[in-house]
């Protein structure tokens, strides 16, 4: 079946470095990817999303790449923080689709 | 703000009894979901609806059934507790287009003893 590769599982920065986290996707037909934030103990938080039709999409320190080829797609952090530290998901679906497949998760920590 | 509210935030029960978790959103979302969360395995869609009284199954619905009588209410029923049902269960609703723009409950973590 459908199914989200995602890579690291742990990934570990010191504040002000550079985070990149790496997804790749089976089903050709998804054509929208978000990307989920959840700090501990808290709720998910989509935090930025991308459709098949943009290569690229930046929000301030976020920035989500899409290589539909491929079928990867990364999340980029830059300037890194503490407040950064928490489980970042990806996911993908398609347009109208009510199934999200999402990655297993990759915890980021933020070294002060 | 927007708000999914879940009822409980831990629960402990028993193998066999039947468990309820309740869903309540403010948003007058259309789409609602009921997810499971366990480590290694991201989230794994149990059940959606995407309107009242209607209700699809998701990739792992067994043991499992849902109820939607209003629209901003969405209740998960585990009919028989198992063991292997032990997760963090959370819920999520969306405005739009299927499953975009998830907005997701604080979770109820469910224990099985």
């Known amino acids: 079946g459908e199914n989200v590769e995602q890579h690291p599982s742990t990934l570990s920065v010191q504040e002000g470095d550079s985070a990149v986290i790496k997804c790749t996707y089976s089903?050709?037909?998804?054509?929208?990817f978000p990307w989920y934030k959840q700090e501990l103990g808290k709720r998910p938080q989509l935090i930025i999303d991308i459709r098949s039709n943009v290569g690229e999409k930046k929000d301030q320190r976020i920035a989500v790449t899409l290589n539909k080829t491929a079928k990867h797609f990364s999340l980029h952090i830059t300037e890194t923080q503490p407040e950064d530290s928490a489980v970042y998901f990806c996911a993908a679906s398609y347009t109208g689709g009510f199934k999200t497949i999402f990655g297993a998760g990759t915890r980021l920590f933020v070294k002060a | 703000d927007v708000k999914v509210t879940q009822s409980s935030r831990y629960l402990v029960k028993r193998t066999g009894e039947k468990v309820f978790l309740e869903c309540v959103q403010d948003?007058?979302?259309?789409?609602m979901f009921w997810y499971r969360q366990d480590p290694g395995l991201g989230l794994r869609l149990i059940y959606f609806s995407y309107d009242v009284k209607m209700k699809e199954k998701g990739d792992i619905p067994e043991g499992y059934s849902v109820s939607r009588e209003k629209k901003e209410r969405f209740s998960l029923i585990l009919e028989s507790a198992s063991t292997n049902q032990t997760s963090m269960y959370l819920c999520?609703?969306?405005?739009?287009?299927?499953?975009?723009?998830?907005?997701f409950g604080s979770g109820t973590q469910l224990s099985v003893l």
């Open positions: 999520a609703s969306s405005l739009g287009q299927g499953a975009e723009k998830l907005f």
């Open positions: 089903d050709s037909a998804s054509n929208y």
């Open positions: 948003m007058d979302h259309e789409n």
